[in-house]
């Protein structure tokens, strides 16, 4: 059982990555529950949403606003910022992108579901931007999890024309999105450096041994990525 995460989370306080498929389907709570406890981490200290490929973002500076979004998961949104001990976010991914951001302090962390309408709608900039507003931040860092590469997500010309076209790739007549550009330069427009950005090549939808893929499989089985700040 795999953890896909970024060394320089650890090395700041942070416990945070994508969990492989073989740690079970995180629909269900029963596998999210497990998961955290082999991990170590308090599951009624780590929030979640109700994700719907949007631009929102919640943000979290106290104890008290956490506990408050604990007691209604039925918040509608697609990018957590938190800025206090103690308390994590998750979410579920079977193709988008997981998009972890922090401060070199890890005053301030973030975490986003970027499907591709959340990319056309700026999520990551948006993100970033929220991130580089918290007072005290500095240097940026940012990881993307493993999610659908351009080898495997082909598209058509109404979703292709939302990209910029240097984050499309042609070949034998079809379209191919590139998700990493497409967060990269949005992430750059936001005031990050590329060398503090890691975009690993980890497919969900092209390495079924180790991820669940909605592309691949068209069955509603997902990854869980966290972010936890103890």
């Given at each position: 059982m795999t953890i896909y995460t970024d060394n320089r989370l650890l090395q700041v306080g942070l416990i945070g990555g994508t969990l492989s498929r073989h740690w079970g389907n995180m629909r269900e709570m029963t596998a999210q529950n497990s998961a955290y406890q082999r991990l170590d981490i308090p599951p009624e200290k780590i929030l979640h949403f109700h994700q719907v490929h949007s631009d929102t973002i919640i943000s979290v500076h106290t104890s008290d606003e956490a506990q408050r979004i604990q007691r209604d998961p039925l918040h509608q949104a697609d990018a957590w910022l938190l800025t206090t001990s103690g308390w994590g976010a998750a979410i579920l991914t079977a193709d988008c992108v997981p998009l972890f951001l922090w401060d070199e302090q890890a005053r301030v962390f973030a975490l986003a579901h970027c499907g591709w309408r959340g990319v056309v709608k700026r999520l990551p900039f948006l993100t970033a931007q929220a991130i580089r507003k918290t007072p005290g931040t500095e240097k940026i860092l940012g990881w993307l999890g493993p999610h659908i590469q351009v080898c495997c997500f082909e598209v058509k010309e109404d979703?292709?024309?939302?990209?910029?076209?240097?984050?499309?790739?042609?070949?034998?007549?079809?379209?191919?999105?590139?998700?990493?550009?497409?967060?990269?330069?949005?992430?750059?427009?936001?005031?990050?450096?590329?060398?503090?950005?890691?975009?690993?090549?980890y497919c969900t939808c092209g390495d079924k041994e180790n991820f669940f893929s909605w592309r691949r499989d068209h069955k509603k089985d997902s990854l869980l990525s966290f972010i936890y700040k103890p």
């Open positions: 979703v292709a024309s939302q990209f910029s076209p240097d984050s499309l790739h042609y070949e034998k007549g079809k379209i191919f999105v590139n998700l990493n550009l497409e967060i990269l330069h949005q992430l750059q427009e936001a005031g990050l450096s590329r060398t503090d950005i890691k975009t690993p090549y």
